[in-house]
Every structure is written in structure tokens, then in C-alpha cells.
């Protein structure tokens, strides 16, 4: 069965980065559409980011071009490098395999971002 | 930018009754369109995808339709694993945008 494990998230100050990972198992990154979405404490789920088989990379709006995408074959990994962190980006973030182009058929555990001073 | 827009917030209902929960969108996008539960602490798990076709393993209680831009997921005797947060979802085609529903809360 599939598993997605993330890593990489903690306590960060706000303007800070970090470098989420995902691991997976018995499934190919580099095959499938694979994506993040995260949940606020307490909130719901919102779409961050997809990265195509074909490299293509999509980002939600709010993202405003500080968090990257992307992916190591050789490692079977998902990363999401994220920049200029605000209080508004503390968060469970998940990654997840994307099926039929459009729905979240995989998920990791999750892995908490807290940004704060 | 479609909005999903599910009602009620929240669902209070007993083991064995019938739970119906709507997500209705902005505009017509066509039927595919899943649902999530999410418990606790976990991470979400797809019940509902193509608006109406159960996923890998989720009971024959769960099912989903769509009429035009409403859609809804029933559970039709509901047993007491089933109380969750359940979330609705669609793509945008272009540019690529995924949207969630607010949830729907189902408790006892």
C-alpha cells in the first residue's frame, strides 16, 4: 500500500524557511501528480502546490512565489521549500498523490509548520 | 475561481440515522468532485470521487450524486466510525486550482 511520510516542519521564526519532505513508498514521484495541501489548527484543507510527472509546477495564490516544489527521483521525494514564512502559514502540511488529475487519492500523516516569534 | 460552498456546518445525528451533506459549487464544472473524511488528528481520506463512485474499501453506505452544481453525499445508516469532518473538492482546469469546501462537522 502506498505511504507518503512527511518531515521537516517545526518551530520557525516568521521570515524564516524550511524544507518539507515527503517520502514514498510503492509508487513513483516522478509518475504521478503529487501535491501539498495544508490545514490551519483547528481550520480546513487548502490546496498549496502540484507538481506535474512532466516537471510542471502550479501554485496556489497565496503562495506569491515563495514556496518551490519539487522532487528527487533517485530519492523518491517530494519537497516543498518554503520562503519569507508568515504567522498565516503555521499549519499541518500533507502531501498527496493526485488521481484522475484532480482528487487526493494518497495522503501522508501530515507535518506541523508552527511560524512564530 | 469556483467556490464550494457545504451546508450544514454541522450534522447532529444518532448511529443508525441518515446523514445527508450538500456542497454546493459557484458555477457548473461537470461531476468530478470528491469527498474526504477526516477524524481527528488524521489525515484526510477520499470516500466519494467522480461525484458518486465509492472509493477503495469505503462501505456500500456511502454514496454521492450531482445535479448540476449541487452535490451530496448520504450515508444511509450511519455507524458510530463514521462521525467525522467531511469535505468536499473540485480542480479548476485552467489555470490549475484545487478547491476544498469548509467541512461539514458530523457528530453524535
Known amino acids: 500500500e502506498a505511504q507518503l511520510v512527511e518531515s521537516g516542519g517545526g518551530l520557525i521564526q516568521p521570515g524564516g524557511s524550511l524544507r518539507l519532505s515527503c517520502e514514498v513508498s510503492d509508487f513513483t514521484v516522478s509518475s504521478n501528480y503529487m501535491s501539498w495541501v495544508r490545514q490551519a489548527p483547528g481550520k480546513g484543507l487548502e490546496w498549496v502546490s502540484i507538481?506535474?510527472?512532466?516537471?510542471?509546477?502550479y501554485y496556489a495564490d497565496f503562495v506569491k512565489g515563495r514556496f518551490t516544489i519539487s522532487r528527487d527521483n533517485s530519492k523518491n521525494t517530494l519537497f516543498l521549500q518554503m520562503n519569507s514564512l508568515g504567522a498565516e502559514d503555521t499549519a499541518v502540511y500533507f502531501c498527496a498523490r493526485v488521481a484522475a488529475y484532480y482528487y487526493f487519492l494518497h495522503w501522508g500523516l501530515g507535518t506541523l509548520v508552527t511560524v512564530s516569534s | 475561481e469556483i467556490v464550494l460552498t457545504q451546508s450544514p456546518a454541522t450534522l447532529s445525528l444518532s448511529p443508525g440515522e441518515r446523514a445527508t451533506l450538500s456542497c454546493r459549487a459557484s458555477?457548473?464544472?461537470?461531476?468530478?468532485l470528491a469527498w474526504y473524511q477526516q477524524k481527528p488528528g488524521q489525515a484526510p481520506r477520499v470516500v466519494i470521487y467522480d461525484a458518486s463512485t465509492r472509493a477503495t474499501g469505503i462501505p456500500a453506505r456511502f454514496s454521492g450524486s450531482a445535479s448540476e452544481t449541487d452535490f451530496t453525499l448520504t450515508i444511509s445508516s450511519l455507524d458510530p466510525e463514521d462521525f467525522a469532518v467531511y469535505y468536499c473538492?473540485?480542480?479548476?482546469?485552467?489555470?490549475?486550482?484545487?478547491?476544498f469546501g469548509q467541512g461539514t462537522r458530523l457528530e453524535i
Open positions: 473538492q473540485q480542480r479548476t482546469n485552467w489555470p490549475p486550482r484545487f478547491t
Open positions: 507538481l506535474y510527472p512532466g516537471g510542471d509546477t
Open positions: 458555477q457548473s464544472f461537470g461531476t468530478s
